[in-house]
C-alpha cells in the first residue's frame, strides 16, 4: 500500500516537472530568453563581504562556492558509495531500484 502512495507521488511529481518543460520551452519560443545573468555577488572572506563584478571571476566563484559544495553534499549521500552504488547505479531508476519499490 505505501509502495503504491509512493509511486503516486513519484510519478505525480515526473508530470509536473515534463509540463513544466514544455511550457518553459513554449514561453522561450513566443517570447525568447528574458532572465539576466548574475553579474554582481557578495563574498564572505576574512575581512569581511567583498563584492565582486568582473564577470569571469563572478562566474568561478559562483561554480566553486556554489555548485562545487552542492555536488560535493550531494556525492556524500549513502546512494553514491558501496553497495548501494552498487547495486542501484547513481540515479537509482534501475530494475534494481524498481523492484525494490513494488516491494
Excluded: F
Excluded at 14 to 20: C, D, L, V
Excluded at 57 to 77: C, F, N, P, W
Excluded at 91 to 103: F, K, M, Q, R, V
Aim: glycine letters at 8%.
Amino acid at each position: 500500500e505505501g509502495n503504491v502512495e509512493a509511486e503516486t507521488r513519484i510519478l505525480n511529481i515526473i508530470r509536473a516537472e515534463t509540463s513544466s518543460l514544455k511550457y518553459r520551452r513554449l514561453r522561450w519560443v513566443l517570447h525568447g530568453l528574458q532572465g539576466r545573468s548574475v553579474s554582481t555577488i557578495q563574498v564572505p572572506t576574512d575581512l569581511g563581504i567583498v563584492t565582486v563584478d568582473e564577470e569571469e571571476d563572478v562566474h568561478q566563484i559562483i561554480l566553486t562556492e556554489i555548485h562545487g559544495k552542492r555536488y560535493t553534499m550531494a556525492s556524500s549521500a549513502p546512494i553514491c558509495h558501496g553497495v548501494l552504488l552498487d547495486q542501484y547505479g547513481y540515479d537509482a531508476t534501475g530494475p534494481e531500484a524498481i523492484s525494490l519499490l513494488n516491494g
